[in-house]
């Protein structure tokens, strides 16, 4: 569902009042494996979104309308290491870039499966990396017109995808990060969030063992939430038993904005559908919304 390293080369082709406490096995963020930070930085880190060609272009109006920013050309591609054709455009929005793939065949296995795309300074060694830090390549890097691909799997099924590209790309920086939502079990989460931070060479910000159950659709009950900085940019892992009524678990990305309601308000104008009312958890104001061809986003802003 989403596509940042392919969406990054389509676009260079074509012109990321509970006190939190970060528990001891994650005080200490020095990577076990000796290497230079993969990452780039989070302007460049997409989520990958897939529709059906015939919502493509309501999918990117509609999520230029909310946010702001431009879309790349658009163009028909292959963009995986088998034959496959899809239609291709970047949205490069100022609170996060998305990649858009609507697919003209059948989608080659296991990609529609990757989260997000992460641009990386050098293939080979973030390959290297990743799997000295206990990652599974899934698809062994490939060549594209303009640089190289890999997807990679981490413990819980948590699938990325890397790109580099020959020539550097260039994008204006964001102004507000977003954020990677990552919903994982609670015998996966330990291993998931020490391996990704000892390859990215990120720290954790916070881990709450009681955040509000409000923002997994539980308002009676806690849960355990962490947040993770990176060069790759933000991430939220939220840590569950899996038992989340819809539409909790199919939100991939978490997006900042200066104000919720004005937002929702672009939103629903442009087509979207809220599926989560704003409300208030420690601090932040969010919500849930559709966008037209399926994507569900949470959206939020600090509370006033």
Do not use: C
Not at 126 to 131: C, L, P, T, V
Not at 186 to 211: C, I, L, M, R, T
Not at 235 to 263: A, W
Request: aromatic residues 10%; hydrophobic residues 35%.
């Amino acid at each position: 569902m989403r596509k940042s390293l392919s969406a990054l080369l389509l676009s260079t082709m074509l012109v990321g009042a509970n006190v939190a406490v970060v528990p001891q096995v994650f005080a200490k963020t020095t990577t076990s494996v000796k290497s230079e930070a993969p990452g780039v930085a989070p302007q460049y880190d997409t989520t990958h979104v897939y529709v059906n060609p015939e919502d493509f272009d309501k999918f990117t109006d509609s999520l230029v309308a909310t946010f702001g920013g431009t879309k790349s050309k658009q163009g028909v591609f292959q963009v995986t290491p088998t034959p496959s054709q899809t239609m291709s455009q970047l949205v490069l929005t100022p609170v996060g870039t998305v990649s858009v793939f609507g697919f003209k065949t059948p989608i080659p296995y296991p990609f529609g499966l990757e989260r997000t795309g992460y641009l990386v300074k050098d293939m080979d060694a973030a390959i290297q990396s990743a799997k000295a830090n206990g990652a599974d390549v899934i698809v062994d890097a490939f060549p594209d017109p303009i640089g190289r691909d890999a997807v990679i799997q981490w413990s819980g099924g948590v699938n990325m995808q890397l790109y580099w590209h020959t020539t550097k790309p260039s994008y204006d920086k964001l102004a507000t990060v977003p954020e990677n939502r990552i919903y994982i079990s609670k015998q996966s989460a330990d291993s998931f969030v020490k391996k990704f931070v000892s390859f990215s060479h990120g720290k954790v910000v916070s881990d709450n063992p009681k955040a509000a159950g409000i923002e997994i659709g539980r308002p009676n009950e806690t849960y355990r939430r962490i947040r993770v900085e990176s060069d790759f940019g933000k991430m939220t892992v939220l840590v569950t038993d899996g038992h989340l009524p819809y539409p909790y678990g199919r939100d991939m990305t978490g997006y900042e904005v200066k104000n919720v309601s004005e937002t929702l308000d672009k939103a629903t104008k442009a087509g979207a559908s809220v599926l989560v009312n704003a409300y208030k958890s420690e601090g932040r104001e969010a919500a849930l919304v559709q966008f037209p061809g399926g994507y569900i986003a949470e959206i939020h802003a600090p509370a006033k």
